[in-house]
């Protein structure tokens, strides 16, 4: 192993600087990669990471600064001099023809030709063979690529930039679409590209699958590298405030707000699917006013379906008390008025008009409240006005009301909601996951409006798959199991380990 | 910020149909060059013709029909419901109205009154058939409406008899219901200078339409469910919109504009509805509302550009020039619109994005700097 | 060019509508009728046709009135142009169509189909130097209207004799092409023919579409499928009065080894040459007769405004003998036709019930 005794770093970046018409998406960007390494380039959404690795393929070119390959200065017009150069880029979204076989979607674009006309497959499927080997890839150039899975997909990708002779590779946020189990898959092909020499670019905003596969780790924030980090000298969180440049909020609750008013009792409630079998079973529980009731699960286990019996936007039996009053024959949009607010699992399907600008976005599930409405009529300038505050209340990072939701990061679209959820003093809260897919100052905002508003006196149900949050933001904590509330856990005295082994069904009683 | 987004975006609304035409007129012309015509000179006919003053109106009256039905066609569009049941339901509902207003006499604006009524319940009816079998047994609209077409037509000509509805005309072999009294007629506006025919009195009418359905839309409840309903039906579950109810309610008020359909040239042409009244109405409906984007100016500038198109097949066919050249460049317009409108919805779409991230780093980067 | 186009069809506008707020009074009949300012010329008269959906090439009546201009036009040395209605359209698009030619210079201008009655009466009035000639109608009266009328259910008479002496089963049917009244007239004659011969016959009748669907007029298949229900239902002499769709009524009969009977034309001629064989007679309409008719008197100045029926008497509706398959009972069908003539036999042109 003697090329990693030479001081030559393989990629080298100094001082790049992109500008876009009217901002800078890169400044004074300085990244070295050693040869053999997997280097991780973690930022936050928007941070710039993207910009960077486009630069370092040739989709787009710098205003300034230097690249050098193996210690050369390079100047790459396209992707294909970046390719020469031996670079290779695996996109987040894979570029593969379904209905072509492994085989001929790596040769798709670069065919063997045997004398110069007649493709040569038996060649192509040989060196296919030699690579997936002596990488650990496990690819069978003749399956057909519609009958493989994501990780495998994924691994043609791969087998598909060193056919083509890459021995630096990119891979865009190649995490983001694989299972835990795929993921290690994957890492331990990265493992076996770098035995033989490649390099590896690894982008991601996971920060512990950065810790456990990186050899090294830059940081980058609002479009600038801030630092590079040995994975063996830091932690998760030692990153995550690099990233965010401050110091990460933590869930928990000072003191407690818990008083002795119901304000939503449910007795027995039971989800059932088409063909009769149980979903939600059973269920029982108060959330009294100042609360927190967290739910711990497994997802899949009836979380959704007992929201959404909660909402009445799915059927049930059993009994649903909103304070004294019971609205188990409600509409949901009687419910929604009598005050209990809805932040929902999936933000793009049920809780956005994606293609409607933000202010109608916030009458959406407020349709006929104040300021919303005024009798049968809408009140736009009511609903606009109101818009502009939850914007600037909430931090919704937008250059006004009147842009689509679809063109606002994740953070801010939940963010979004949450204000809207939050307006018109709702009396109970169903909040599903509120922080997911948020970055961390997002999500510190959202903590802060629920803990504002469980000491006005909200009664909240939390659902999440984030367990810190669950254990610091809830007063009591149940945990579901098919469809069943198993048992109760006090989040005063729960590791995240202990809840999650009890989530599965493993542990003792607590 | 806001003007400029909505300057952009609205000269975007135009770029689509702008590009539909240019495309439409040249497929036409190599369409036109092929069949031996000239192409200049053909166009040169259908301008000249279709700036006359005769012709202005003509083609404002037709015009007027076609909004009718690509208004209620556009209304079931905006919830994603396709109301291919126009057709059936302004036939039934024109048949109907006819008789009924034949029937009585009336003082003039309660006789008009009650003919449009009869019209618009029917027309509601016979949709909000097909809008209670979606929601109750989820019968799709879209077969549920052709079926009520084909209902509406065999009714139609059952109830169009002389043992029914139907008065014979003597010496004619044509049957029609009675015709409506002078007091049930609305009479017709001189709207346009240089020619005596007369625009329908219904135009006033259209355009109070089209001003309601804009202000349904934008300014109800109701209005920003059925939008809500159509962008995400998820998200309007969610957000307490009874779908079902919508469902019910869009297709009553779908039908109840269908059944305005046949109005204009029953009240302000022919009086009775006979064996030649106009079909198919309900179809062009569908291609106007997706020329018009389901907009009701979209929708007025699409109904006088296929009425105007209509009409100049009468001269070309005088001057021995295949007039299936009007439904070639029709069919292209609306082929190339839906095309042209995908296109700029994308783009406008990744714009939009570029835009908010180029802003809102531009805000950020003071703070950090 | 296009600007001579223009200018040419502006000054006929205007000249149309000068026309037209000249004669706007009540008195216009008088100025109208006989019209010496414009004596007609028989060589080289720009003729207008307006066909009804369809046009030239239906093989059904549009074509019967385009065989009566072909012939007048060689005859006579005219020219003419010809339009065509479309599906769907509406009254004001057919007016438009006879104003076009009114204003194009055409003269006479004549109007195929009842559908063009409001609209001849209409157009007529804005120019009465203009001939109009309108092919089964006469709601349509004016100065220059010459009406042209066919007593169809006449000539159903005789072929539904025909149909009851040639059917074995004493079972015939009746494929009509759209239920208008128009076709019921057909019926009518046809059935009280049949009648007239064996009060006991069985007598199926089928339209094969309602209005507003008028493609029973043009739809084999439809035609096939309703005469094949008759055939299977013990008839073995069909009628059809459907137009287009006339062919899969033979192709039904030449299948059930059945016999048809034609329409408007002598389809034992006109018909596909497979199935002539099964076509005993055809009830002629003879559109074309009638058409050159009207234009032969317009070449001599002679035409008559108002209604001309074409019926048995004057030999504007007849049967067919071709191929001499009713040959041994025409002496019979020719005795009926002269009781129809002299009136002995009033013929019903209504069904009943």
Redesign the interface.
């Known amino acids: 192993m003697w090329m990693t005794a030479t001081p030559e770093p393989a990629v080298e970046l100094k001082g790049i600087v992109k500008r ?6 890169n400044r004074d960007v300085c990244l070295k990669v050693q040869r053999g390494h997997v280097h991780a380039v973690v930022g936050e959404n ?1 941070a710039g990471k993207s910009t960077l690795m486009k630069i370092l393929y040739g989709m787009q070119r710098p205003d300034e600064g230097e690249i050098r390959i193996n210690g050369a200065p390079v100047t790459f017009r396209s992707p294909s001099d970046a390719i020469a150069a031996g670079i290779g880029m695996v996109h987040q979204h894979f570029m593969l023809a379904d209905n072509f076989t492994v085989l001929e979607n790596v040769i798709l674009g670069s065919e063997p030709r045997q004398a110069g006309t007649v493709i040569d497959f038996s060649a192509a499927r040989k060196r296919i063979r030699e690579i997936s080997d002596a990488y650990g890839l496990g690819v069978n150039p003749d399956s057909l690529v519609e009958s493989l899975g994501v990780g495998d997909r994924q691994r043609v990708e791969i087998l598909k930039v060193l056919y083509r002779g890459a021995k630096i590779l990119i891979l865009d946020e190649p995490t983001a679409v694989l299972v835990p189990q795929e993921v290690e898959e994957l890492f331990a092909s990265l493992r076996g590209l770098v035995r033989e020499g490649h390099t590896v670019l690894f982008i991601s905003h996971k920060l512990d699958e950065v810790l456990s596969v990186a050899d090294e780790i830059t940081v980058i924030r ?2 600038t590298t801030v630092e590079t980090v040995n994975p063996g000298q830091t932690t998760a969180r030692r990153l995550a405030e690099l990233m965010v440049g401050s110091e990460l909020p933590v869930p928990e609750l000072r003191e407690s707000t818990v008083t002795d008013v119901v304000a939503l009792a449910v007795e027995g409630l039971t989800v059932r699917t088409p063909e009769g079998r149980p979903i939600v079973d059973d269920v029982s529980f108060e959330i009294r006013k100042g609360e927190v009731l967290g739910i711990a699960g497994v997802e899949g286990n009836g979380q959704a379906e007992l929201v959404e019996a909660i ?3 799915r059927p049930a039996a059993g009994t649903i008390r909103l304070s004294d009053t019971d609205i188990t024959g409600w ?7 009598s005050g209990v607010g ?1 932040i ?1 699992e999936d933000r793009h ?8 600008p933000l202010w ?1 976005n916030r ?6 409240e104040k300021p919303n ?1 005024k009798g ?3 009140d ?1 300038s009511g609903a606009r006005k109101d818009t502009a505050r939850i914007v600037d209340e909430y931090d919704v ?4 009301i ?3 939701a ?3 990061s994740g953070g801010n679209q939940q963010k979004l909601i949450v204000g809207r959820e939050m307006s018109g003093d709702p009396v109970v809260l169903i909040a599903s996951h509120p922080t997911r897919g948020v970055d961390v100052g997002a999500q510190a905002a959202i903590w802060d409006h629920l803990r504002a508003a469980r000491a006005r006196g909200l009664a909240v149900l939390l659902i999440s798959a984030d367990l810190d949050e669950l254990i610091g933001m809830s007063d009591t904590l149940k945990v579901i199991c098919g469809g069943r509330i198993v048992r109760a856990v006090d989040p005063h005295n729960v590791t995240p380990e202990e809840l999650g082994s009890a989530m599965t069904g493993a542990g003792g009683e607590a | ?2 003007s400029r ?2 300057v952009r975006s609205a000269a975007l609304t135009l770029v689509a149909p702008v590009l539909a035409i240019v495309l439409a007129v040249g497929i036409t012309t190599v369409v036109l060059l092929v069949s031996g015509d000239e192409p200049l000179e053909t166009f040169g006919y259908m301008v000249d013709y279709g700036f006359q003053p005769r012709t202005m109106v003509l083609t404002l009256n037709l015009a007027t029909t076609y909004y009718f039905s690509a208004l209620a066609v556009a209304i079931g569009f905006r919830m994603n419901l396709f109301n291919i049941g126009v057709d059936g339901q302004y036939r039934l509902a024109a048949l109907i109205a006819a008789a009924v207003g034949g029937a009585v006499t009336l003082p003039a604006p309660l006789h008009v009154t009650l003919t449009v009524l009869v019209a618009v319940l029917v027309g509601a009816c016979w949709a909000g058939l097909a809008g209670l079998l979606k929601a109750t047994r989820g019968v799709s609209e879209v077969i549920s409406t052709i079926m009520l077409n084909v209902i509406a037509t065999g009714l139609g000509a059952w109830l169009l008899h002389t043992d029914r509805l139907a008065v014979a005309v003597s010496g004619s072999n044509n049957i029609g219901t009675k015709p409506i009294g002078p007091s049930g007629q609305v009479p017709g506006l001189h709207l346009i200078a240089g020619t005596e025919v007369k625009v329908y009195g219904f135009v006033v009418v259209a355009a109070l339409a089209g001003i309601g359905f804009h202000f349904m839309l ?8 059925l ?2 309903t159509g ?2 039906e ?9 779908v079902k109810k919508m469902i019910v309610g869009t297709m009553v008020l779908s039908g109840a504009v269908a059944g305005l359909v046949g109005m204009p040239q029953l009240l302000g042409a022919s009086y009775s509805y006979s064996l030649d009244f106009p079909t198919g109405l309900g179809f062009t409906g569908i291609a106007i509302a997706l020329l018009g984007r389901n907009n009701p100016l979209g929708i007025a500038f699409g109904a006088l550009l296929w009425s105007f198109l209509t009409n100049s097949a009468s001269i070309l066919d005088v001057h021995q020039i295949s007039k299936e050249i009007v439904i070639i460049m029709q069919g292209v317009i609306v082929l190339s619109v839906v095309v042209a409108y995908e296109l700029v919805r994308r783009y406008r ?1 990744s714009a ?2 570029r ?8 805000t ?2 003071p703070v ?1 700097g | 060019m296009r600007r001579d186009q223009f200018l040419r069809l502006a000054a006929v506008v205007l000249a149309g509508a000068l026309a037209t707020s000249a004669c706007g009074g009540a008195e216009n009949t008088d100025s109208a009728k006989g019209d010496p300012s414009q004596p007609a010329k028989p060589q080289g008269a720009k003729i207008g046709l307006a066909y009804d959906i369809g046009g030239r090439g239906d093989q059904s009546f549009n074509d019967a009135a385009a065989r009566g201009l072909d012939q007048a036009k060689t005859e006579f040395g005219a020219t003419a142009n010809e339009l065509e209605a479309s599906p769907g359209e509406t009254e004001a698009q057919k007016e438009e169509r006879l104003r076009l030619l009114a204003t194009g210079g055409f003269n006479p201008v004549i109007a195929v189909g009842f559908a063009y009655s409001k609209p001849v009466a209409k157009v007529a009035q804005e120019f009465p130097n203009v001939k109009f000639a309108l092919v089964d109608d006469e709601a349509a009266k004016g100065p220059n209207i010459s009406n042209l009328l066919f007593a169809e259910h006449e000539g159903s008479f005789l072929v539904g004799a025909a149909a009851a002496l040639k059917s074995k089963k004493n079972s015939i049917g009746f494929v009509g092409g759209v239920q208008v009244p128009l076709i019921a007239k057909f019926e009518a004659g046809f059935a009280a023919g049949a009648k007239h011969i064996k009060p006991d016959i069985k007598i199926q009748t089928k339209y094969l579409t309602q209005p507003p669907d008028f493609s029973g007029f043009n739809d084999p298949a439809k035609g096939k499928t309703a005469a094949e229900g008759m055939f299977d239902g013990g008839a073995d002499v069909v009628y059809q009065a459907a137009g287009g769709s006339g062919g899969g009524v033979f192709t039904a009969a030449k299948a059930a080894n059945a016999f048809a009977i034609g329409v408007d034309s002598d389809q034992a001629l006109t018909a596909d040459a497979s199935v002539k064989d099964v076509i005993i007679t055809s009830m002629l309409k003879k559109v074309d007769v009638a058409v050159y008719t009207f234009l032969k008197g317009f070449a001599s100045n002679s035409v008559t405004a108002g209604s001309t029926i074409y019926d048995l008497k004057v030999g504007g509706v007849d049967y067919s003998v071709t191929g001499g398959k009713v040959d041994d009972i025409k002496a019979q069908l020719d005795e009926l036709k002269q009781k129809i003539i002299s009136g002995e036999i009033k013929v019903p042109d209504k069904t009943t019930g």
């Open positions: 876009f018409p009217g901002v800078v998406a928007g609002r479009g909402m009445g936007i509409t949901t949009r009687r419910r929604r008025v809805h929902p399907r049920h809780g956005l008009l994606l293609e409607a109608e009458i959406l599930g407020h349709q006929t409405a049968p009529w809408i736009r990072r937008t250059p006004g009147d842009v689509h679809s063109a606002l | 910020m806001i987004f909505n934008n300014s109800t409840r109701f209005g920003f469910d939008r809500a962008r995400s998820s998200a309007a579950v969610a957000s307490g919109v009874n779409k939009e994005q835009r908010v991230g180029q802003e809102l780093a531009a950020a980067e950090k």
